[in-house]
């Protein structure tokens, strides 16, 4: 059975999808100009992002909420997330400092770094769009295929799959931190809108057997078949 909550966009390029993607952001920015918007790493927005920081949009009153950190690396480590993110987004974009949020890799307790970035989450309100990509074994941010879903902000062993696909952006594999903070599937499953963003063939098609297989923790993005506020924008070709 088809499921009507969850609308697909296949792209015939990289850049159609990142074009796509990014009008679809710009849309929800321009008509909620306090929009609450959770963010992904990886190769896979990286064009989205480009064109959102030549469209001139007002961010200037948005919050912005990444999905994940790697736990021992600083802000100021340009292997972090929260470089990726200022060199990819935040400095083209007019988002003041205070609405930037994101989990803190060397915080002294992870744990309630954790505790605080659910917090954080919980007094801003719902996301009103959480923007995915996907890991090549299924995983959302970085909640990894587990036994089961994990609701809250929590510190993620990463996989052996996650290490190797992650290790293309340090100098090489060992480098790459064993583990990772992660939002938890709650806030993800609580956004108002959901935006997937899928490139190339592998990954097409572990999503077409996520979504027409088990709601599994084994396969994490299995889970959106319970939203029921999706748009997925594909495209099978490789990113080039
Ligand atoms: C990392 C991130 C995920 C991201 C995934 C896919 O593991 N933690 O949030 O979705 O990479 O990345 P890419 O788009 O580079 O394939």
Known sequence: ???KYIKQINCSDYQELSGRAAALVADIVKKQPKARLGLPTGSTPIGMY?????MNLDFSLCHTFNLDEYAGLASSDKRSYRAFMQEQLFSRINL??????????????????????????????PLNLQILGMGLNGHIGFNEPADSFIPQAHIQPLSPSTI???????NQE??????ALTMGVAPIMRAEKILLLICGKEKCALLEKALSGPITPKLPVSLLQLHSNVTIITCTKDQA
């Not at 994101?102 to 954790?114: I, P, R, V, W, Y």
Request: glycine share 8%; net charge negative.
């Open 164 to 170: 190797k696909a992650n290790s293309r952006f340090f």
């Open 174 to 179: 060992s480098e790459v931190p064993r583990q």
């Open 1 to 3: 059975m088809t499921n």
């Open 50 to 54: 480009k064109i959102l920081g030549e």
């Open 96 to 125: 003041p400092e205070s609405g930037i949020h994101f989990l803190n890799g060397t915080a002294q307790d992870l744990e309630k770094e954790c505790r605080r970035y659910d917090e954080e989450l919980e007094r801003l309100g």
